[in-house]
């Protein structure tokens, strides 16, 4: 699969386990970025990486960790979550981080927390 | 920060008729303006934007228009066809820094045959 990816594509973890969230883009950009949709909400933006640094958190809880070892590569490291963190993950590149470039996203992880 | 209102949430049409979703927003240095479309069970894709030097603009049956002193864009698709069903965002950004996207709720559109 070309662009970007994510795995897996389902998760269903209990609020005492960890689990880790996998993103790759194939696009040679350089900013990568990670939203939470749920239902009835509009996407909200969670964290943004420019070249392997964070440059956003909006005030995401620490439950989230994300790690961004390449620019090609993003995880979101999970743990002790809560059953209102239930969500589709999506994962995101683009050019470069400005908002004004367009964002590509990959096919999302729908997470259950038990 | 930047707040993003879109409306309806849920508009249904019939088919060959024209659709429009519209969107405010509340900072007034956001310059670009972009739609995406999120199919049922797929990911969101751009399928048209504008910036704030521009009033208006056309892309096939897809039209957007800013008006920057009210701070309301809006999305018209002419023409609607089946394929068109899907929900739509709207999204804001001031552009430059690296602050992303704030995205409005959603409209759920649907297409009558």
């Known amino acids: 699969e070309t662009g970007v990816t994510q795995t897996p594509r389902h998760l269903v973890m209990g609020m005492t386990n960890k689990k880790s969230l996998k993103c790759e883009q194939h696009l040679g950009h350089n900013a990568m970025y990670w939203y939470k949709q749920s239902a009835k909400k509009p996407l909200e933006l969670m964290f943004v990486?420019?070249?392997?640094?964070?440059?956003e958190n909006n005030s995401v809880p620490s439950r989230f960790s994300p790690e961004c070892p390449n620019s090609s590569h993003l995880f979101l490291h999970l743990h002790t979550l809560q059953p209102e963190d239930s969500a589709l993950y999506l994962c995101?590149?683009?050019?470069?981080?400005?908002?004004?470039?367009?964002?590509?996203f990959g096919p999302g992880t729908r997470l259950t927390v038990l | 920060g930047e707040n993003v209102e879109q409306h309806p949430s849920t508009l249904s049409v019939q088919e060959g008729d024209s659709a429009v979703i519209k969107c405010t927003y509340s900072d007034s240095a956001s310059n670009y303006f972009p739609w995406y479309k999120q199919e049922l069970g797929k990911r969101p894709q751009l399928i048209i934007d504008?910036?704030?030097?521009?009033g208006e603009k056309k892309d096939q049956r897809i039209a957007v228009t800013l008006n920057k002193t009210a701070k309301h864009f809006s999305l018209h698709i002419t023409e609607t066809q089946p394929e068109d069903s899907a929900v739509y965002f709207c999204?804001?950004?001031?552009?430059?820094?690296?602050?992303?996207?704030?995205f409005g709720k959603g409209t759920h559109l649907i297409i009558q045959p």
């Open positions: 995101a590149s683009s050019q470069e981080p400005s908002g004004e470039h367009e964002q590509f």
């Open positions: 990486y420019s070249l392997e640094e964070r440059v």
């Open positions: 504008i910036r704030s030097n521009v």
């Open positions: 999204a804001a950004s001031k552009g430059g820094g690296a602050d992303g996207l704030t």
